[in-house]
């Protein structure tokens, strides 16, 4: 196919459509690793089914945003793609497991023969939704640091860790504020407010840390008027979790209002945290060694895949509105027929 | 050991235990629409019966399928990084293409699927339905799209050592695809009509002979008497479109070491590398030649011609013997099944016995077929394009052998987990009391 698009545009482009996987993957999937982070939290197994059954119409297609994000790595940036699985061999593979005894646990524990088959089945989800999480912070924070050997970048990416599933577990207690009602909502409330300050710690930390690591990234947020002009960003996260912990104080409210606001609000954190990202790397893809335009592969395969992409795109964002309407509201007990 | 083998020995792993769940799903979808458009056409309780007890072992399989397969999309990337590098430009839409019209499709729509029924209405879960079974042959037919191009590349031209394409038409409708995506579409068709009348039987042996079981059964009988002689035909089709495309891969499967008229059809040997003969052959003369060429002197290149750069022979020759032998037993038995439905509408228990002893024979047809075409095609990844050692990453063999380990362990545990639940949720069935010998199976309406 012959290309319509000038290739730095193309490769931007596909730089643009793989930071949107990537952010809606952490987003969807955020929450459903992170219900499966606080599924051991509590000791009735009525609640867990119903905290297992708020994500089970999701949880596949929200994990399908991570084949995107890496296909989409793969595919346009094949370079890139080989030098950051190569450096992160162990840690995907780990991940790769967790997400599979994630997975599976789901339908196994629903057709659980006995109460020790489904308790070892929780264990299963639990861990899996834990090391999945734990692996990806880990991911994240050697990413950051471009992949640099020693103690110090070690010690960071397990802050990062820690602080990638503090997140995950918050999205996730939002998800279930909204999604449950009685006890299991009052428990969610506490949850996001325990786990709040973990995921603050976390934001300063990589905030501080990438601007030290890196002169240029330094410079891009430091130097006039970047520094004004970027103010907003630090001050609307520094306000979002000042909002998020006052509202989580009286949560949750008479008639069950602003239900679904702690939720749209880890959103927005989750947001800012990846805009903020993007523009300490943009335009590396490697930090500091490879920018996307070198990386890019051939103009004509990423035209044929963008006209692809242009038509079915929308038909994706349609019927995963659906869906989200279908199974809309307070979530109730999953039947198979 | 050598990280190349390694490499291979863990992304074979990984794929044999990932195409498993496909190979189930893939045909389900389209035998749980069946059986939802039958009861939407006849009101029948046993056919939502059936439904509800299928869909339970396809959300299984699909969630094992779908876990299996994002380790996939890592593996192309953490196994063979060269492969992406030397032909991603071709790999990498037919890959994204997968992605967007099959996967999410599936995903979004599995969800209202298993769990709208009472959300929606009939017709939108009707709809679902026909979605999820779509989208999981979009997906197959994707894989076999990019698995087909890799066996008989065609399309496209080298620029500085990185392939680039040229046709994109040709490249989607490459030689053997044709062959190939019906093959294995068939072969998933197979797997799931043995699956059927496999967990039926064995319920319909204990004495759970509700409707619902017998439904199944018929279904899975009557499934496995089309198909298995079709696929007998269809993968003769297929062999002799492999003889034209990659000669080398016949001489390994059929053990014909020269290139000569009147081959020998070798039933069974042990085929010798170094002596590069078979031991203990048993053969039917000249049987080769006509099956392959029509005519009992009919010249059959053999692996003479390809001496350095054709397979392993013993995997392929082998494979193809469990893959064949498998085949026949599944036509025999489906065609002696169907026969005694018609005739007498019901089955012998010897016959009931062969089908639970047949109800995982498609996994084993199909990863038997597998290890032909794909040991088959070495020393090469993309026929005459790129070998698999020019694929190999740099990652250290104890990485891989770690990971190796790690998946092998989490496989072994997910199977068995797999199985026992599957004969678990067959278990849960009514017995009924008094159970006559040899009941009739109710005719389906």
């Known amino acids: 196919m012959t290309p319509f698009l000038p290739p730095e ?26 219900v499966g982070l606080l599924l051991q939290a509590t000791p009735e197994e009525a609640e867990r089914d119903r905290m297992v059954a708020s994500i089970g119409p999701f949880w596949d297609a929200n994990e399908t945003w991570l084949v995107l994000g890496v296909g989409l790595l793969l595919v346009a940036f094949p370079v890139a793609h080989g030098m950051v699985l190569t450096a992160l061999y162990m840690p995907v593979a780990l991940m790769l497991c967790g997400l599979i005894l994630r997975g599976v646990a789901f339908e196994f524990r ?74 299991l909502q009052v428990r969610a409330v506490a949850w996001a407010r325990d786990v709040l300050w973990v995921v603050a710690a976390g934001i300063v930390a990589v905030s501080v840390a990438t601007p030290l690591a890196s002169a240029r990234i330094f410079a891009r947020w430091f130097e006039m008027p970047n520094l004004l002009l ?19 104080r009286h949560m949750p409210l008479p008639d069950d209002k602003l239900r679904h606001v702690p939720f749209w609000g880890a959103v927005g954190l989750f947001c800012l945290s990846f805009a ?45 509105v659906l869906a989200w309407c279908i199974f809309g509201g307070k979530a109730r007990d999953l039947r198979y027929d | ?67 299996s397969g994002i380790t996939m999309s890592f593996q192309f990337g953490t196994n063979w990084p060269g492969f992406m590098e030397r032909v991603g430009n071709i790999a990498g ?39 999820v079974a779509f989208g999981t ?72 002979r509700g409707p619902a079981v017998a439904v199944a059964l018929r279904t899975g009988v009557i499934m496995a008497a089309i198909l298995a002689p079709t696929q007998l035909v269809v993968g003769d089709l297929h062999g002799l479109n492999t003889l034209e495309h990659q000669p080398a891969k016949i001489a390994a499967m059929e053990g014909n070491w020269q290139t000569r008229g009147n081959v020998p059809l070798v039933l069974f040997g042990i085929p010798d590398e170094r002596a590069r003969e078979n031991r203990f052959e048993i053969a039917i003369p000249s049987g080769a030649s006509l099956i392959l060429k029509h005519s009992p002197s009919g010249v059959v290149p053999g692996l003479d011609q390809f001496e350095g750069l054709h397979p392993p022979v013993k995997p392929v020759f082998y494979a193809f013997r469990v893959m064949v032998g498998t085949g026949m037993a599944m036509v025999a038995l489906a065609l002696l099944g ?81 199985v026992a639940t599957l004969y678990r949720l067959a278990a849960k069935g009514r017995i009924s009391e008094a159970v006559p010998g040899n009941a009739p199976i109710p005719q389906t309406a």
């Open chain 1, 9 to 34: 545009t193309l490769a931007l482009t596909f730089a643009a459509l793989m930071a949107v996987s990537i952010l809606a993957y952490v987003v969807l999937d955020g929450y459903d690793l992170g």
């Open chain 2, 93 to 131: 839409p037919l890959l994204a293409y997968e992605v967007l019209t099959a996967f999410f499709l599936e995903a979004t729509f599995l969800g209202i699927m298993l769990f709208g029924f009472r959300r929606v209405p009939g017709w939108l879960h009707t709809i679902a339905t026909v979605l």
């Open chain 1, 110 to 183: 629903a057709k659980a023969g006995t109460p020790l088959d489904k308790r070892r089945w929780d264990w299963a989800f639990a861990g899996g939704s834990a090391l999945a999480a734990l692996t990806q912070g880990w991911m994240l924070g050697r990413y950051v640091l471009g992949f640099e050997q020693g103690l110090a970048p070690m010690l960071f990416a397990t802050l990062a860790a820690f602080g990638v599933a503090a997140a995950y577990a918050f999205i996730g207690a939002c998800w279930l504020i909204w999604r449950t009602e009685g006890a």
């Open chain 2, 338 to 418: 169907a026969g005694y439905l018609w005739r007498r509408g019901t089955l012998p228990t010897v016959l009931l016995r062969g089908f639970v002893l047949m109800t995982f024979s498609g996994w084993l047809a199909t990863l038997a077929g597998w290890y032909v075409t794909e040991i088959g095609r070495q020393p090469w990844l993309v026929t005459g394009v790129l070998t698999t050692a020019q694929a190999a990453g740099p990652v250290p063999a104890a990485s891989i052998g770690t990971t190796l380990a790690m998946y092998l362990t989490l496989y072994a545990l997910l199977l068995s987990a797999y």
């Open chain 1, 230 to 248: 970027l103010a907003p960003l630090p001050a609307a996260t520094f306000g979002l979790i000042l909002g998020l912990r006052s509202l989580l």
């Open chain 2, 1 to 67: 050991m050598d990280p190349v083998l390694l490499a291979r020995i863990q992304f074979a792993a990984n794929i044999s235990f990932h195409i498993l769940f496909p190979t189930v799903t893939i045909a389900l979808g389209w035998v749980l629409l069946f059986f939802k458009l039958r009861f939407n056409a006849t009101r029948d309780e046993r056919w939502m019966e059936a439904y509800r007890f299928w869909v339970k072992i396809f959300a299984l399989s699909f969630a094992l399928g779908v876990v």
């Open chain 1, 276 to 320: 903020g990202l993007t523009w300490s790397f943009f335009p590396y893809i490697v930090p500091e060694r490879l920018t996307l335009f070198q990386a890019a592969s051939a103009p004509e395969s990423l035209s044929i895949i963008l006209v692809g992409a242009a038509f079915v795109l929308p038909v994706i964002l349609g019927y995963t």
């Open chain 2, 137 to 208: 042959t979009m997906s197959a037919f994707w894989i076999l799209v990019l698995n087909s191009w890799m066996h008989t590349p065609v399309g496209f031209e080298m620029r500085d050592g990185i392939v680039h394409a040229t046709d994109w038409w040709a490249i989607v409708f490459s030689p053997s695809m044709p062959y190939r995506l019906a093959h294995m579409l068939i072969a998933s068709g197979l797997t799931v009509a043995f699956l059927l009348a496999g967990m039926s039987a064995w319920r319909w042996l204990r004495g759970d």
